[in-house]
């Protein structure tokens, strides 16, 4: 029987850490860098965080072979940051195809597990691993997570891992996002990210363990839909969710295991909706259990709201929240695409909400859990973005990577109640159509309880789009609200302006939109009026505003790169939040009337 540890709260999740005392080497608990459990919706007991100091090795000679047991690793680096940041310990910026990395490890003698999974949280681009010397899997994808079996490689007192990651960012066959194609930043692109640049870790499950989840609440039914696929021999097993809040019992259910995917629904004795003001959160246990016997056990959160499309109006739970986003590219001083730490997502976040914003277009990037988990605890609603650019759109040969990766992003992040929409491109050409349409009909397909933004800016390549939205960097107020303060024919579905402002201040060697303003009172003209033009739109459900912070060369946000106020904040918040027409007299289909 497996050793479980007591039901974990949604709070309680956030300060699991690895069982220490079985680290191999004895590293001390402070020396463990991002040591927090990576996933807090898919929560073991038994799992042992490998972030640390890896040996390393990097060639642009793809004939290098470094997983033989006798190759010579000439450097180190600390995972899970990437070799062009300075908390790798490397900052090395320059091109480089391939990446190595080596180290050892040792399973927990008190782990009761039957079997043992090892875990990538995200590795760019093309990923194999090796434990002792058998090469275990492979993986395409620079952001999605991945896990590889052991199997029966493992040794009971030392193993060695090596993982090598692939990454041509000028090939034109990968999503790069933000990441430059050029030796050095420029214009709206950064520093690249290579290799690994999220948590590796192992894990132990049983027999048959639960490999996805899906909760899909409905909270006018008093009740949740819980679908689990099961990896393992189904024979005999059941299904068991225990469900809480606040720590009182409000839901439970047990049903068998079906072949293929398992569907149960729950019915709550209470239900309380996740909202921006109110960010709610159930607690949740699943277990596989073959008689009495446990087999695998997990511990998640969800929250119980709806999105849904009435009119020209967004819903969340039949509201209409008017959606102050805010552009935030996920990039750091000095992790680049890995935060240094917990607290700086959590930060992040606090930081947007400060001046105003009540959430975020994830822009040109798939951003960890332990973000999107914050997100859902500080009520903080996003749009779940894919890093397309890069990719050369009319060769097919980008296609199955980016469908294939696609869906592994959606199977991760699709239980996150902040999640409310989906952008899987941005400022696409019309050759990206056809590439465009699939992705969104796949979507649909998997996940229905959200809205697709097939892309943000530019071409719009579906015939039935679910909403739509432009870009506009017009510094002139007067001009922007002669555009977008009244009724165009695009409102017949939801409309916002999803990139606006970008206003440059402050600009050291880097660059804004437009001409910076002569002073301070002239920027918070400016900046209220392009906001207060689309606040006062009835027509218009949100807007995103460029952008959270400066990022290197691009020196037009909010707060500086470090995360420090360049403006009164306070103001800029008096700015944003105030009553939006939108909230006032929503552009409803069905009740018109009672609005006009």
Not at 568 to 595: C, F, W
Request: with cysteine.
């Amino acid at each position: 029987m497996l050793v479980h540890a007591k039901p974990l709260t949604a709070l309680q999740l956030m300060f699991l850490l690895l069982p220490w005392t079985a680290w191999a080497g004895n590293e001390a608990a402070a020396e463990i860098p991002r040591p927090e459990h990576p996933r807090p919706q898919m929560v073991r007991s038994e799992w042992l965080n490998l972030n640390g100091e890896w040996e390393f090795a990097e060639s642009d000679d793809d004939r290098e072979d470094f997983s033989r047991p006798d190759a010579v690793y000439p450097d180190k680096i600390v995972v899970p940051f990437c070799r062009e940041s300075n908390l790798s310990g490397l900052a090395r910026r320059g091109f480089v195809k391939n990446v190595w990395y080596r180290r050892h490890f040792a399973v927990p003698s008190e782990w009761k597990s039957r079997r043992i999974r090892l875990h990538v949280g995200a590795s760019d681009w093309k990923t194999r691993v090796w434990v002792n010397g058998q090469l275990v899997g492979e993986h395409v994808g620079g952001s999605a997570p991945f896990a590889f079996e052991t199997g029966d490689v493992l040794d009971p007192r030392d193993n060695w891992v090596v993982i090598h990651a692939y990454d041509d960012a000028r090939s034109g066959r990968q999503a790069c996002g933000k990441q430059s194609q050029q030796p050095d930043s420029y214009g709206c692109v950064y520093t690249r990210t290579t290799g690994i640049w999220q948590t590796v870790w192992i894990e132990g499950v049983g027999d048959s363990f639960l490999e996805a989840i899906s909760v899909v609440p409905g909270p006018g039914n008093k009740q949740v839909t819980l679908r689990a696929g099961v990896d393992g021999p189904s024979r005999g097993l059941v299904l068991e969710a225990r469900v809480s809040a606040n720590g009182k019992k409000v839901g439970r259910t047990q049903v068998p295991v079906a072949w293929g995917h398992t569907q149960a629904t729950m019915r709550l004795s209470r239900v309380r909706r996740w909202t921006p003001a109110d960010p709610f959160l159930y607690d949740m246990t699943l277990r596989l259990k073959r008689g009495n016997r446990i087999v695998d056990e997990v511990d998640t959160y969800f929250g119980v709201r709806t999105v849904t499309i009435d009119g020209a109006a967004i819903l969340i739970n039949g509201e209409a929240v008017f959606q102050r986003l805010v552009l935030d590219q996920g990039f750091y001083p000095d992790g680049i695409w890995t935060a240094p730490s917990d607290a700086a997502l959590r930060k992040d976040i606090e930081l947007s909400q400060a001046a105003g914003f009540n959430g975020a277009r994830l822009h040109q990037k798939v951003f960890e859990p332990r973000f999107l988990y914050w997100a859902d605890r500080l009520g903080y609603v996003v749009w779940g973005e894919f890093p397309n650019w890069g990719m050369n759109v009319n060769d097919p040969a980008v296609n199955g990577p980016v469908i294939d990766e696609w869906v592994e992003i959606l199977e991760r992040d699709r239980n996150h109640p902040a999640i409310v929409g989906w952008c899987p491109f941005n400022e696409t050409p019309p050759s990206a159509g056809p590439l465009q349409r699939t992705i969104v009909d796949i979507t649909r397909v998997i996940d229905p309880t959200r809205p697709v933004l097939e892309s943000s800016g530019y071409h719009h390549g579906h015939p039935a789009p679910d909403l739509l939205d432009a870009h506009d960097y017009d510094q002139d107020p007067a001009a922007f609200n002669a555009r977008w303060g009244g009724f165009i024919d695009e409102y017949a579905r939801p409309f916002f302006v999803s990139e606006y402002g970008g206003i440059g201040w402050q600009i050291q060697g880097g660059w804004g939109y437009g001409a910076a303003p002569s002073d301070l009172e002239e920027f918070y003209r400016r900046y209220a009026g392009l906001t207060n033009a689309l606040l006062d739109n009835r027509f218009m459900f949100g807007f995103c505003y460029t952008q959270l912070y400066d990022i290197e060369q691009e020196q037009n946000g909010v707060y500086t790169y470090e995360r420090e106020p360049k403006f009164d904040v306070a103001r800029l918040r008096g700015i944003n939040a105030r009553k939006a027409q939108y909230e006032i007299h929503p552009p409803l289909l069905m009740r018109t009337d009672s609005h006009e």
